[in-house]
């Protein structure tokens, strides 16, 4: 026996009931050499997949399950301070996947402490981000426990060996040969991967999509919301303040019946490798516009030019499983001073997959209407500009000037 399977006795696992998580569930007690396996699921706003799922995690071979409810934690302290980052990888995903796994990890710890157990579980593949994830957060809180990584140590190579193994071991799964793509579902949204999807050149099943309906099929009359944000976070719909949690829900319905939040794309994984992955991310759509446009009305310009250069470096911290680093703390430091005057409405059309903001407005604007008129003013003497632009373009004009 292995120095790592003695220390390894007691496990926690992160526990979906989904393929992966299942065949690992069985597998660290019939062939890894666990004499306890506790399951942990974390209530992200999975809906019904959370149904029934304590009595499969015991027939399975868990000890017992824990299922917290960490929705209002999830989108208070890692959703809204991504997106008053205005946090999007690679010009396209809001991240949520990622911003899920670093709340995940931090409660598997709590519970392992809780339990007395040596060593986490997760079921992130060798490929993948979330393996980075996961461990990187383990290690943040707790140096002191053993992370067991099963796709990096069985003998399977794919998801179809899963399906074998679960249906030798009368393992009840949801997946099936001919339609092995996998899912994560959250409040932010869910992510699509792997099966008929490792084409890019196919398009995705009308019939996969769980939170938006195809913009051919949305209403033909649009729909306009009000979305109020105090310090950078919202906090009401149409004059209605509600929590986090609740805002981001309801955001979801409304979004997700107008056909807004659907993309799909190829992204670059921390690994090395390329991956397609679809995704709905409905009320997360609504509020990285709605936000950045109230920004528009209440940052200096060069606090605009600043944020926008962190977004990168930013986002790739949080889709790389940096979310406990220091450096990402720090730039949130910055990102939530800038956010203390970012209080207003904006006022937003969600039409046929469309998102349009139609008008915005805040008490701490720095929008001037007698500087910015068109019209006759008494406040801004044009002649100025003449002087401004010469200062601007004597590099160029220097420049030219020597060499010819």
């Not at 396996?37 to 999975?46: E, N, P, S, Y």
């Not at 579902?185 to 938006?212: A, C, I, Q, Y």
């Not at 149409?238 to 993309?263: C, F, M, T």
């Not at 009305?297 to 605009?304: C, G, H, K, N, P």
Request: aromatic share 10%; charged share 25%.
């Amino acid at each position: 026996m292995s120095k790592k399977v003695e220390k390894a006795k007691k496990i926690v696992l992160a526990y979906s009931g989904g393929l992966d998580t299942s065949v690992i569930l069985k597998w660290l007690k019939q062939d890894y050499g666990a004499e306890e396996v506790v399951a942990f699921t974390a209530d992200l706003g999975q809906g019904d997949e959370l149904a029934g799922l304590e009595e499969k995690a015991l027939k399975t071979g868990a000890s017992k399950l824990y299922i917290e409810d960490l929705k209002e934690e999830f989108v208070r302290d890692f959703v809204f301070p991504a997106f008053r980052a205005n946090a999007i990888y690679e010009s396209q995903y809001l991240l949520g996947t990622s911003l899920a796994r670093p709340i995940i990890a931090k409660h598997m710890v709590e519970i392992a402490r809780h339990e007395g157990a040596g060593a986490v579980a997760h079921g992130a593949t060798g490929k993948g981000n979330d393996q980075v994830r996961f461990e990187l957060t383990t290690m943040a809180l707790d140096q002191s426990l053993i992370t067991v990584a099963p796709w990096r140590e069985w003998k399977f190579t794919s998801r179809t060996d899963l399906i074998d193994y679960a249906e030798k071991n009368d393992i009840p799964i949801s997946v099936s040969k001919a339609k092995s793509y996998s899912t994560d579902r959250n409040l932010l949204h869910v992510s699509f991967e792997g099966g008929m999807l490792e084409d890019p050149w196919l398009e995705s099943d009308e019939d996969m999509f769980l939170l938006t309906v195809s913009p051919e099929k949305a209403p033909d009359r649009p729909t306009y919301i009000e979305i109020e944000f105090e310090h950078g976070d919202a906090v009401a719909v149409d004059g209605q303040r509600l929590s986090p949690a609740s805002l981001l829900g309801y955001l979801n319905r409304l979004a997700g019946v107008n056909g807004i939040g659907r993309i799909d794309i190829v992204e670059s994984r921390y690994m090395g490798m390329k991956c397609r992955g679809v995704y709905e991310t409905p009320g997360g759509t609504i509020l990285h516009l709605a936000h950045r446009h109230l920004e528009t009305l209440t940052l200096d310009r060069e606090v605009i030019s600043l944020k926008d250069s962190l977004v990168p470096k930013y986002s790739s911290l949080v889709y790389n499983g940096y979310w406990y680093a220091p450096e990402r703390e720090a730039i949130q430091a910055l990102i939530d001073e800038t956010q203390k005057l970012v209080d207003g409405v904006v006022r937003l059309k969600l039409y046929k997959g469309n998102c349009i903001v139609t008008g915005r407005k805040s008490p701490y604007s720095l929008y001037h209407d007698g500087y910015a008129t068109f019209e006759t003013d008494g406040v801004y003497d044009q002649s100025d500009a003449a002087g401004f632009i010469r200062c601007a373009g004597l590099r160029l004009r220097i420049r030219k000037l020597l060499r010819g």
